[in-house]
């Protein structure tokens, strides 16, 4: 049964054709009907099981009782979408107060809560082992180990042992929604990377793809892990591991090479170990664009809204909506504003700047030294050119709600993304479908996965605050009719390359003969 609506794209946006003929014909995946049948063709009659860190909802306490929530953005956020069209199963960690109050014997509930559309598996852990596996080897091992941000990754084998304790409790816990039936496992990101060849002991038969959301570095980096081959050979009872961009692909082949004594297999892209065969490829994600111009709605908003939710007026508004996290480069952002003020003093008192950054792993020593430093440049920007009646930079640190942001990406005249090394980065692709086709512009990383398909952007070094600098002049003066072309063609590829045809290239990847036993 099909729960996801199949909202029809913009008129400027291609209309595209019923599913035909082949359940393999990428052409035809780009609604939540032509996924829905494309799975039931594919996986043959398999389970279909997500796993991810993240669950894609909380259960909460408050006065008013127990309440479920669904958590902001994120990778959790596109297979929620995925699944709420194909039906299935999400196996993640629970993180709600309430959710143990609120699940059945086996630990399940149906969400979402207004639909239920697919069945949410609550994995349970002790706090020691939250702290160790999430707050120690997730995000102060592996997250500055893969980004290339120059943040020094620290080991600690206790650690290890709690990262590998929980990835267990995963295999154990997608053990039991198998019992003796055939699977699909879609695993997902650098927190269950031990996950597939754990999977692999107890159901040799089961059909595994890996998807890897963040970086992969060279080996001359990653060399430095002492559990690099025991995460390697993890990944590796996968039949397929999809990654973003193709030098990432080239980095975890290049690793598995120099460690492990392994045959790679030119076309398809793959590696044999141990007579198990796992192909490779760069497989980027997309955005469901018809979700999101659902949300964004028939009434466009209006300036007033900006003035009702933080209380000032602009002339110009830019924008950035981030995870404060030392990858995004927010304080090379900051730089790059205070240094277009300096080059270009027209734009001071008609120039505003709305950073949203929603709060993260506070209690991690690098993230604490990465908001002081954010807070401490919002402080000294807005004290060298701010006046009476305007500030420069509106710091709003919170999460907000996400139909609340595409309202302001909409009003938005630029939007900068400033990664210094991401994946993917959804904000940019977010940005590009809410936008004005003739008003506003995207400021992108190149470093950033969504580089390589937004080229239509404004691409932007970030380390280069002159260079940057210039493009935000730029992306403010430019001309509305080279804006709407350039709009155009971002839009037209975000909508081609949405989040069901990834759904498809992602499950057709997995399920071909070359991952076979």
């Given at each position: ?54 669950e ?40 709600g107060?309430a ?33 160790g ?104 009872g ?10 990432h ?5 290049e ?18 170990y ?46 950035g909506?981030?995870?404060?996290d ?33 709060p ?9 030294a ?16 701010g ?41 940019a ?5 809410c936008?004005q ?31 940057s ?49």
């Open positions: 049964m099909i729960k996801r609506k199949n909202i029809a794209f913009l008129s400027h946006v291609i209309q595209y054709g019923q599913y035909s003929v082949s359940p393999y014909s990428m052409a035809a995946i780009k609604t939540p009907k032509d996924l829905t049948q494309f799975v039931k063709v594919a996986l043959k009659g398999k389970k279909f099981i997500v796993a991810i860190q993240r894609a909802y909380i259960h909460t306490k408050s006065a008013l009782g127990i309440t479920m929530e669904k958590t902001a953005g994120g990778a959790h956020s596109l297979l929620d979408g995925i699944l709420q069209t194909t039906g299935g199963t999400m196996v993640a960690l629970a993180a107060d959710d143990s109050e609120t699940v059945d014997s086996n630990n399940r509930v149906m969400v979402p809560p207004e639909d239920p559309s697919y069945t949410l598996k609550r994995v349970f852990i002790k706090k020691k082992e939250l702290e596996f999430y707050y120690g080897f997730a995000n102060q091992t592996l997250w500055p180990l893969c980004h290339a941000v120059f943040v020094k990754p620290i080991f600690h084998n206790s650690w290890w042992q709690d990262y590998v304790t929980v990835n267990q409790k995963f295999a154990d816990a997608i053990g039991e929604e198998l019992e003796d039936k055939d699977g699909f496992i879609w695993i997902n990101d650098y927190h269950l990377a031990l996950l597939p060849t754990m999977l692999r002991r107890t159901h040799p038969k089961i059909k595994i793809g890996v998807f890897w959301h963040i970086p992969w570095p060279t080996y001359e980096i990653y060399r430095i892990c002492p559990w690099r081959k025991d995460i390697v050979t993890g990944l590796l996968a039949d397929f591991i999809g990654f973003h961009r193709g030098y692909v080239d980095n975890f082949v690793c598995a090479r120099r460690d492990l004594e392994i045959i790679v297999d030119s076309e398809p892209r793959s590696i044999i141990k007579e198990h065969t796992t192909k490779v490829s760069n497989v980027p994600a997309g955005i469901d664009y018809s979700e999101i111009m659902h949300e964004l709605g028939n009434k466009k908003p209006t300036k007033q809204i900006i003035e009702q939710d933080f209380g000032f007026t602009y002339e110009k508004l830019g924008i909506v981030d995870r404060i030392y990858t995004k480069g927010i304080p090379e952002r900051l730089k790059i504003i205070d240094r277009f003020f300096e080059k270009y003093p027209d734009f001071l008192g008609k120039f505003t700047y709305l950073l949203i950054g929603a993260s792993r506070l209690h991690i020593p690098a993230y604490k990465i908001n002081h430093e954010i807070s401490d440049l919002v402080e000294k920007i807005n004290w060298k050119y006046n009476g009646t305007w500030t420069p930079i509106q710091y709003v640190n919170k999460i907000l709600p996400r139909e609340r942001i595409f309202s302001y990406y909409y009003l938005a005249d630029i939007c900068m993304v400033t990664s210094l090394d991401d994946g993917m980065n959804l904000v692709k977010e940005y590009a479908i936008n086709s003739d008003k506003g512009m995207l400021l992108l990383s190149k470093f950033t996965g969504a580089a390589k398909d937004m080229k239509s952007a404004l691409l932007i070094n970030p380390y280069d605050i002159e260079g600098a210039i493009a935000l002049y730029h992306a403010l003066s430019m001309d509305s009719k080279e804006k709407e072309k350039r709009n155009k063609e971002l839009k037209t590829v975000l909508a081609e390359n949405n989040i069901y045809t990834w759904g498809m290239k992602f499950i057709q990847n997995t399920m071909s003969e070359s991952g076979e036993r």
